[in-house]
């Protein structure tokens, strides 16, 4: 089932809306990575923990103009300009973070690790727009949104050392140019998505709007449901695929 299969969505005001809000949180995501970027040059006070606080807004962000832009019908905001926008939120911008962060140990190894994640985004954005469908129902490799959550929740933990951000990085870029399958939460939720969407929606906003203080709380639940997905979501990728060709079958 997808969006346009709701009767109530295809009013035209709902879909002008939906398209301007879907454009509006585009802007404002890639406008937030920009202030992170010049948070970090400038060293602003407790810049690392607004590099976290606004790349998991950015992934709220995406996730909603990607719902809004298909509830409008626009395929090409949906895919083209979102994806050059996931480029720098969740490429450029976690890049620069790592490279500079790295480098306490050594500028080429800063650089290195930095354009390893990079890379990997880019890559993975690439795959993306070449082979997979608009409605698919799973991701070919870690979507680059999660892979930031996943760098939002290692910043927060306290005096995280630079070889952990090397390590992470190696970790997550090698699930981001894998081919392991991971749910897109695109259609219209089931039941059990909804309730995934939703929890996972609430613990993050009580990440963003958390004082600096007790942000580490939920960075605690949402590192446990980054865990879960990571182990669980590839074989339930599997089964609605199969599911999927059975109906068509």
Not at 83 to 112: C, N, Q, R
Not at 158 to 168: L, Q, R, V
Not at 176 to 196: A, H, Q, R
Request: hydrophobic residues 55%.
């Amino acid at each position: 089932m997808t969006w346009s299969d709701i009767e109530f969505l295809q009013k035209d005001w709902i879909k002008k809306t939906a398209i301007i809000l879907a454009n509006l949180m585009t802007l404002g995501n890639v406008s937030l990575a920009i202030l992170s970027i010049v948070f970090i040059f400038l060293q602003v006070n407790n810049y690392i923990l607004w590099f976290a606080k606004i790349l998991a807004i950015c992934g709220v962000l995406d996730f909603t103009d990607g719902k809004l832009a298909r509830i409008g019908g626009s395929k090409k905001l949906a895919v083209d300009i979102d994806t050059i926008v996931d480029a720098i939120a969740f490429g450029v911008l976690p890049a620069i973070f790592l490279a500079y962060e790295v480098s306490s140990i050594h500028i080429a190894v800063g650089v290195i690790t930095g354009l390893v994640y990079l890379l990997a985004v880019w890559y993975r954005l690439y795959r993306f727009v070449k082979r997979d469908p608009l409605y698919t129902l799973y991701f070919t490799g870690l979507p680059s949104p999660f892979a930031a959550l996943v760098l939002s929740c290692l910043v927060v933990f306290h005096e995280t050392p630079a070889w952990e951000f090397i390590i992470a990085t190696l970790v997550i870029s090698g699930f981001m140019i894998s081919k392991t399958p991971f749910p897109s939460f695109k259609g219209v939720p089931s039941k059990f998505d909804l309730f995934w969407i939703v929890s996972t929606t609430i613990i993050i906003l009580c990440f963003i709007f958390f004082p600096f203080s007790i942000m580490v709380y939920p960075a605690y639940f949402l590192a446990a449901y980054m865990v879960i997905y990571l182990i669980f979501s590839p074989e339930y990728a599997l089964k609605l695929e199969e599911k999927r060709k059975s109906k068509n079958s």
